[in-house]
Nanobody, 123 residues
Framework: QVQVVESGGGLVQPGGSLRLSCAAS????????IGWFRQAPGKEREGVSCVRSSDGSTYYADSVKGRFTISRDNAKNTVSLQMNNLKPEDTAVYYC????????????????WGQGTQVTVSS
């Protein structure tokens, strides 16, 4: 069974960093597309980043370019999202998803989702 579980969220001050982890089971991240999304209360879910399984291409939302980095660790079968220089507007529940399409628009349809992990950026 294909499953993903997020971890690593927490409370940080503006300008701080967090590293989120997406642990995969039932499949190898090396061969599956993985996307990161986030949703703040009262707002629609938005794509943050994704890594394409076929060629390893990565894409980022304009709002996080230069601050966030997605990476795969095949040995641990995880995909991480390194978040630097965090801003209050980054506050949201972050979700990992797979069985989807990774494109620059970050609007691919994903079928399998994790439970989410809370990221709060506040001083």
């Amino acid at each position: 069974q294909v499953q993903v579980v997020e971890s690593g969220g927490g409370l940080v001050q503006p300008g701080g960093s967090l590293r989120l982890s997406c642990a995969a089971s039932g499949f190898s991240v090396e061969y599956y597309t993985i996307g990161w999304f986030r949703q703040a209360p009262g707002k629609e879910r938005e794509g943050v980043s994704c890594v394409r399984s076929s060629d390893g291409s990565t894409y980022y939302a304009d709002s996080v370019k230069g601050r966030f980095t997605i990476s795969r660790d095949n040995a641990k079968n995880t995909v991480s999202l390194q978040m630097n220089n965090l801003k209050p507007e980054d506050t949201a529940v972050y979700y990992c998803a797979t069985e989807g399409v990774c494109e620059p628009t970050l609007r691919g349809s994903y079928y399998v989702w994790g439970q989410g992990t809370q990221v709060t950026v506040s001083s």
